[in-house]
Structures are given as structure tokens and as C-alpha cells.
């Protein structure tokens, strides 16, 4: 089924647009970026940069914001992801789309596994950006194109569910890594100076 049918695919926001003019009351927003996107899919060591956007406090319309389970695509990375609490109330910029989808025909981690894994996403893709050089930004259009294989929501939902602990139990197994490599080198340094003689 296309996924124009299963939810609203919509296109993120243009932070110029957006931004308010030196005269207005401004609110400082927090700013999903590709960045974050990257360090939720394995990109681990990367840092939030922790982009903001000044809006107009009184005419900004907040309800375009961030909210837990929206799906965002990063248009030029072609990955996607489930947003988590961590994440909400943030600007979706336009190198995104995002989509609200009908969870009781698609389940939002298992479209994310389908489009990040599966290899009839990859095949599409390819037919959709051919002739580019590199890999090419995909629009909205070709979103609401994508054709996506649906089992029971049942089946969806214990697919998206394995896909989701997997994708938890990593990160948190890079975290363990660098405490572990971070309290293994202060034990060193720590053994070492017991060990030399005070002088």
C-alpha cells in the first residue's frame, strides 16, 4: 500500500520562515537535527548540537512542534526514526519530513525498520532518485510514493517492537563501553600512582 494512504506525510519547517523579526517577543525552540537523527541510528559518538530557533512568542504556532511517536525522515540521509520524549517539542526543519500515521493500519517502528532495512525500500529509492549524482535529497512526493508491505498489525507491531529493543539495547551497550573504558583508565592511573614512590 502506497504510504500516502496509511497517514499525512508533511514536509518540516522553513526555519527562515519562521524565525521572528528583531521587533517581536521571541521564544527560544529547540531544533531536531540530522546530527540527532545520527545518534540515534548507531551514529553514537556524535554530540547534540544543540541548535535553537528564536520564534515569535506570540505567533508561532506550537502545535507544529515535536510530538512522541511522529515518524521523521531525514530527506537527505534517507533514514528513519520514531520520535522519543527525549525529543519532543522540537522544530522539524525542511531537510525532514515527518508523518502522522494511522496506527491501526501501521505500526511507527515497523514502518521505521521497513524503510531503514528493508531491501524493497533500498529498490525504490533507487528507481526514485536514478540519474542523480550522489545520493539525492528525496522530496515528499517520493515519500507518498512508497510503496510499503503490510502484514497484520499484530505481526507489525512484534516486528517494530524487536526492531526498537535492538536499536535501545545497542546504544545503551556504547554507553556501557565508554563507562567501562573511562573507569578502566582511571584504575590504571590510580594503580600507577600507588605504585611510584611520593616524592
Not at 544543540?50 to 512542534?65: A, R
Not at 527525549?86 to 491501526?104: R, T, V
Request: proline share 4%; charged share 30%; net charge positive.
Amino acid at each position: 500500500m502506497k504510504l500516502e494512504k496509511l497517514g499525512k506525510v508533511n514536509h518540516g519547517l522553513t526555519t527562515s520562515r519562521i524565525t521572528a523579526k528583531p521587533d517581536e517577543l521571541q521564544e527560544e525552540i529547540p531544533l531536531f537535527t540530522i546530527q540527532d537523527l545520527n545518534i540515534e541510528m548507531r551514529s553514537y559518538d556524535l554530540k547534540s548540537e544543540g541548535k535553537t530557533v528564536s520564534v515569535s512568542k506570540g505567533t508561532f504556532d506550537k502545535s507544529l512542534l515535536s510530538k512522541e511517536n511522529i515518524v521523521v525522515v531525514g530527506l537527505t540521509v534517507h533514514k528513519a526514526y520514531v520520535i522519543e520524549k527525549h525529543h519532543e517539542g522540537k522544530i522539524i526543519p525542511s531537510n525532514f519530513a515527518y508523518m502522522h500515521l494511522d496506527e491501526s493500519k501501521i505500526d511507527p517502528n515497523y514502518f521505521t525498520w521497513y524503510f531503514n532495512e528493508h531491501p524493497n525500500i533500498k529498490r525504490q529509492l533507487q528507481i526514485a532518485t536514478q540519474g542523480s549524482m550522489g545520493i539525492m535529497a528525496l522530496s515528499v512526493q517520493m515519500l507518498r510514493e512508497l510503496e510499503i508491505e503490510l502484514p497484520s498489525i499484530e505481526t507489525q507491531r512484534k516486528l517494530g517492537k524487536i526492531y526498537e529493543l535492538r536499536r535501545k539495547k545497542e546504544k545503551s551497550l556504547y554507553e556501557k563501553s565508554i563507562l567501562e573504558k573511562d573507569f578502566y583508565k582511571q584504575l590504571m592511573i590510580n594503580k600507577l600512582k600507588e605504585a611510584m614512590p611520593c616524592k
